[in-house]
């Protein structure tokens, strides 16, 4: 391919690498800082004799040719022979010049590093620094002779010190940790930090620093009647994002103290240790961060900073002790990563005994830790399915996205809503307008009037798009009312009906709520918390279905996220789990189907969700001792005559979150390789499912759960017998299918792998094995 280029423009790029080229030469044979006379000097020389012949000649080679582009730079006209012969001259004997230079270059690299190495231990020697590694450096580890051991003990010690050999010097690291290049200083580093190799001759072989200690918990977790702690973590930040965390948790705090309260005075007295708790929000660190923030005052989503709000504020009640980062620095500082780029294990045991990040901070965490790292919690919206989670897995059966992936335990992953029992329900707390009074014992949202009106749940125009004939036929019985970011000197693009309110604060936006009937989704956002503070506050959530449902074969913004849920509606949990009169789906293409729910809920009284069986089934199922009345309900007789009384699901209340953080807090427990022991084996049911369900909807169909923790139970070749199951042949393989039975051929599997565990796979030749409980055990 031939570029043309400018006679003008060719000079300047040359000068340009004359220019960098004699900075290299000038590195080669002048240290930093130390003249060339004071180097000639210190080497018995006058400044003018040559380290290497080698050297002059290069000097000479380039003086030559900086002589030819300053003469040629003179020139007010420059003809085609001219610049022909400088790039003639240039090129000759150029691949024995790099050659030279690249040769030279890593003796200086490696000469550097040592003269640093160097300086960092006589900088540690006098001074202390708290929590600082001191590396194995011996300055006699170049000349010291070191023999590889053969100790069957150490199967890779050979291969990771080949390794280090060739790849030391690709991340600081090393050298900060003692590696010089030598054989016995890679040595020292692989049996002192990665415990790769036994210990040197004379030197006794002892645990890795960064080795997971024993907490050994001196205090016990007391429930707090006040957020304080929290506001003193948080309210120095300037972020947007903490900000908003803040303003939430300040809006809902006495509601928070007032289930605090509740729980002191249950008869449940779970007492937990206090523990040292990190909260890492690696969304808001970086471009990446910047790109989110920027969007919270233009009506960007906010569902990830709710349960982030809500997850500090129930840790905080539930008296543990909080570090909250949003810092990339700050995370180094705290966990003690050695400095480089994450090659080498941290220099101390982890100071916490939680912590709770997202997937961009679980990366983060992985390149700052080598091999320290372990696995945290990791809040996960939507939620990642075993058949995702294992990267060699993933890889092999088309499984592989740009999430999941990181072999995780399935329940580490925390959604915000119940996708599968694969994943721990965090949840979030559904927001109320509430009196500062406490009445009956409880806190009780304002009396308020309800107007015939509707909102419409869609922040930003793109959402409306091609929706107003959806909200035209809504129209017609109610007045319609959105909260649309307007970017300044634009023209709306909205429908003329509608009365925009513009972006409105949280409590703006929940004081209009109180006065609607109807709150309208327009099928995007997915799965967001705003229907639930809408139906806490009597509205009805009418939203669209989805036919054929939205998944990752079909649906850009489910493309890639590791599940394979089939999406029915804008939010399956409310259809399915709390439905009408709450709930009203539609297909948002038929004006009649519309127009008839709309007339349906304007003459709806009263009502209360379909929501106590899902409470039973997954506050139950993590631990959570729902009794008795199995939902909240607050309801206070208004000016209207038809409409439904508010209703909040105990899950999504600050009470039946602190229920259930604090049992994951007292039962699970991801650091060692013990099974599971709870819940109890005896609330284990054994279902064989039909061909092509999962699961999750086997037990569902038996008014049970599909119970993870249980499935090991089911992994043994008599559980075929006990099921009456004639097996032609049985197989133990990887695969989250299993154990399962084909009828083709009479194939019972096994599971190898128990991190494949799944109540979520389905497939349509296998009949699933599936480990149930009721929702009361």
């Not at 023999?147 to 990771?160: G, N």
């Not at 210990?199 to 890795?208: D, K, L, R, S």
């Not at 060699?392 to 996205?401: C, L, Q, V």
Request: aromatic share 10%.
């Amino acid at each position: 391919m031939r570029v043309a280029l400018r006679p003008r423009s060719g000079f300047l790029v040359l000068c340009l690498c004359l220019s960098v080229a004699t900075l290299l030469l000038q590195s080669l044979w002048v240290p930093l800082e130390m003249t060339r006379g004071e180097a000639a000097a210190a080497a018995g020389r006058s400044p003018e004799q040559s380290d290497d012949p080698r050297l002059h000649r290069l000097a000479v080679r380039l003086e030559a040719l900086n002589t030819q582009v300053q003469r040629l730079s003179s020139k007010t006209r420059l003809n085609r022979n001219d610049f022909s012969l400088l790039l003639q001259s240039f090129r000759q004997d150029q691949q024995g010049l790099a050659h030279l230079v690249e040769r030279e270059l890593q003796k200086v690299s490696q000469r550097l590093d040592r003269l640093a190495l160097h300086h960092h231990h006589h900088h540690q020697a006098s001074t202390s620094t708290p929590h600082m590694y001191i590396g194995p450096y011996n300055s006699k580890g170049l000349n010291k002779k070191c023999e590889v051991p053969t100790d069957p003990a150490y199967p890779v010690c050979a291969e990771k010190v080949e390794f280090l050999r060739a790849w030391w010097q690709s991340d600081p690291c090393y050298a900060f940790y003692g590696v010089d290049g030598s054989t016995c200083s890679i040595l020292v580093y692989l049996s002192q930090m990665e415990d790769f190799c036994p210990a040197q001759p004379g030197e006794n072989h002892t645990a890795v620093p960064w080795h997971h200690k024993t907490p050994s918990y001196t205090k016990k977790a007391m429930i707090r009647d006040t957020l304080s702690p929290l506001y003193e973590v948080i309210s120095n930040s300037s972020s947007p994002a903490v900000k908003f965390i803040q303003s939430r948790v300040e809006r809902m705090s006495e509601r928070w103290t007032w289930a605090g309260k509740k729980m002191k005075q249950s008869r449940i007295k779970t007492v937990t240790p206090q523990m040292k708790v990190l909260l890492y929000l690696g969304a808001l660190v970086g471009s990446v961060g910047q790109r989110f923030e920027a969007t919270i005052d233009r009506g960007g989503p906010l569902g990830e900073l709710v349960q982030w709000a809500d997850l500090s504020a129930c840790l905080t009640i539930l008296g543990h002790n909080l570090t909250f980062s949003t810092s990339q620095h700050q995370l180094h500082s705290l966990i003690g990563a050695a400095p480089g780029q994450g090659s080498c294990p941290i220099q101390r045991p982890l100071t916490f005994d939680l912590i709770y990040t997202d997937y961009h901070g679980l990366a983060h965490l992985h390149r700052a830790m080598g091999l320290a790292f372990q696995h945290y919690q990791i809040l996960d919206s939507f939620g990642t399915e075993p058949a995702f989670n294992l990267a060699s897995y993933a890889h092999i059966r088309g499984y592989k996205t740009l999430w999941g992936s990181w072999g995780l335990q399935p329940l580490q992953y925390m959604t915000m809503f119940p996708h599968t029992p694969d994943n721990s329900f965090l949840g979030f707390v559904s927001e109320e307008v509430v009196k500062k009074e406490v009445r009956d014992g409880g806190l009780k949202p304002e009396s308020y009037k309800k107007d015939r009106i509707a909102v419409v749940y869609g922040k930003q125009e793109y959402m409306w798009q091609g929706k107003s004939e959806y909200v035209e036929v809504i129209s017609k019985e109610l007045e319609i009312h959105g909260t649309v970011y307007q970017p300044p000197g634009q023209t709306s693009s909205l429908p003329s009906f509608v009365k925009n309110h513009g972006l409105l604060s949280q409590e703006n936006f929940l004081q209009l709520l109180r006065r609607a009937k109807v709150f309208v989704g327009l099928g995007f956002p997915y799965e967001g918390p705003a229907p639930f503070e809408a139906i806490s506050l009597g509205c009805v959530f009418l939203q669209p279905r989805f036919d054929p449902p939205h998944s990752s074969h079909n649906n850009d913004f489910y493309k890639g996220k590791p599940t394979t849920r089939q999406i029915t509606s804008q939010h399956p949990y409310a259809e399915q789990f709390i439905a009408k009169p709450y709930v009203w789906t539609v297909d948002m293409t038929n004006r009649t189907d519309i127009r008839e729910a709309v007339k349906s809920i304007l003459k709806t009284k009263g009502g209360r969700g379909a929501s106590a069986y899902l409470q039973q089934s997954w506050g139950k199922r993590q631990g959570t001792p729902w009794t008795g009345h199995q939902s909240v309900t607050h309801s206070n007789p208004g000016p209207s005559c038809c409409r439904v009384k508010p209703f909040t699901p105990l899950e999504f209340t600050c009470l039946g979150m602190l229920e259930r953080v604090r049992n994951y807090i007292t039962h699970q427990n991801f650091c060692g390789k013990s099974v599971a022991t709870w819940p109890p084996e005896s609330a284990l049911r054994v279902h064989l499912g039909p061909l092509g369900e999962s699961c999750v909807d086997v037990c569902q169909h038996s008014s049970l759960v599909c119970e993870p923790a249980f499935f090991h139970h089911l992994n043994t070749p008599d559980i075929f017998s006990r099921l009456r199951l004639g097996c032609s042949s049985t197989v133990q393989e990887v695969s989250h299918l299993f154990p399962s039975y084909s009828p083709w051929g009479r194939l019972c599997g096994l599971q190898q792998e128990p991190l494949l565990f799944s109540c979520a796979g389905s497939d349509s030749s296998h009949r699933r094995l599936c480990p149930c409980r009721s929702h009361h055990e």
